[in-house]
């Protein structure tokens, strides 16, 4: 069964950091990419980034683009989002979602079939 666990939120100041974790089991980081979205309530779901399988094709929505890096721990079935330069704004639930064939911006746009949890990020002073 697949299954896609995050953790790693919290409450930050702004222009703090925080690492997201997105544990992943029932298929291989190695053969599908995925993707992480965020949500703010009454608002759409946005996605963020994505990190493909083999040679590691990475993709970032502009908002993000610069302040969060997506890697992937293949021997731990683990995908992180490492967020830098926090701003009130990026307050939201976070989710990962996949498995993707491929990472792209455009692919991104089509919900995957299975998805975390959830994991809150608020930004505050």
């Known amino acids: 069964q697949l299954q896609l666990v995050e953790s790693g939120g919290g409450s930050v100041q702004p222009g703090g950091s925080l690492r997201l974790s997105c544990a992943a089991s029932g298929f291989r980081l190695d053969y599908y990419a995925v993707g992480w979205f965020r949500q703010v309530p009454g608002k759409e779901r946005e996605p963020l980034s994505c990190i493909s399988s083999r040679d590691n094709i990475t993709y970032y929505a502009d908002s993000v683009k610069g302040r969060f890096a997506v890697s992937k721990d293949s021997a731990e079935n683990t995908v992180y989002l490492q967020m830098s330069s926090l701003k009130p704004e990026d307050t939201a639930v976070y989710y990962c979602?996949?498995?993707?064939?491929?990472?792209?911006?455009?692919?991104?746009?089509?919900?995957?079939?299975?998805w975390g949890q959830g994991t809150q990020v608020t930004v505050s002073s």
């Open positions: 979602a996949g498995p993707y064939h491929y990472c792209s911006g455009p692919n991104m746009k089509n919900p995957p079939h299975y």
